[in-house]
């Protein structure tokens, strides 16, 4: 029913931990895809050793391509299922994930929950509130804040691939372009109220601690978004 979307590009200190919380899904119908990327640290090898021989875990190798958008793209063109699920290769899922989301699937296009910041030894150190209605997640948009989280998210295979994926050209800010596209599309949102993530915080984080090309206006004025646009 579900495929989750995992991007790999050197998460050997923390893969393990995103891992463990995938595996203790209280949802077990699953398929993971991970793609990795321009790995050259050991990352491969511990996510052989975790997974082992379980058969919905498949594994692909993209050699040195570069790019969170360009591996997700291509991860998309593997899915069969009718819904997708992204994590970061440095997130963590409360176990019961999965499991809130499948059971309001049919409430909106697009279903993410609250997300808890967690820093390089899995403490907690920040409750990141959101947005819960349609309405209220799309003025936030509007105003440049991102109301969906990336590792959050649950949404159906046809409308990502209706949107053709993750623009590359954005990247760092390809989650906030993403829903931006969904939004233009008339696409409900929805925030479970229940603090199900754990987005990572650290120094060197591989996708977005990093100076970007674009601001969030930029993605704004990309999608041809303003105060005025109507909700």
């Not at 029913?1 to 998460?11: A, G, K």
């Not at 997708?84 to 994930?97: A, F, P, S, T, Y």
């Not at 808890?116 to 003025?139: A, G, R, V």
Request: hydrophobic share 35%; aromatic share 10%; charged share 25%.
């Amino acid at each position: 029913m579900v495929t989750i979307l995992l991007p790999v590009h050197n998460d050997e200190k923390y893969i393990n931990f995103t891992l463990e919380s995938l595996l203790s899904q209280t949802y077990k119908e699953y398929k993971c895809i991970i793609g990795f990327n321009g790995t050259i640290d050991k990352s491969k090898e511990i996510v052989e050793s975790c997974v082992g021989a379980d058969q919905r875990f498949i594994i692909k190798d993209f050699g040195d391509s570069k790019g969170k958008s360009a591996t997700l793209n291509k991860l998309l063109d593997a899915v069969e299922s009718d819904y997708i699920c992204l994590i970061d290769g440095d997130d963590m899922w409360h176990e019961k994930k999965l499991e809130s989301q499948i059971k309001i699937r049919e409430s909106a296009d697009v279903i993410g929950t609250l997300a808890s910041y967690i820093n390089e030894n899995n403490q907690k150190f920040h409750n990141l509130l959101l947005s819960q209605h349609d309405t209220d997640i799309k003025k936030g948009f509007v105003h440049g804040h991102n109301q969906i989280v990336n590792s959050s998210c649950f949404l159906k295979t046809s409308d990502a691939k209706e949107i053709k994926g993750w623009d590359q050209s954005v990247d760092g800010l390809e989650d906030f372009d993403f829903w931006l596209k969904l939004f233009k599309l008339g696409k409900k949102f929805f925030n479970i109220q229940d603090y199900l993530v754990y987005h990572r915080i650290h120094p060197n984080s591989n996708f977005n601690a990093r100076k970007l090309m674009y601001t969030v206006s930029d993605i704004l004025n990309k999608n041809k978004i303003d105060a005025y646009t109507i909700i």
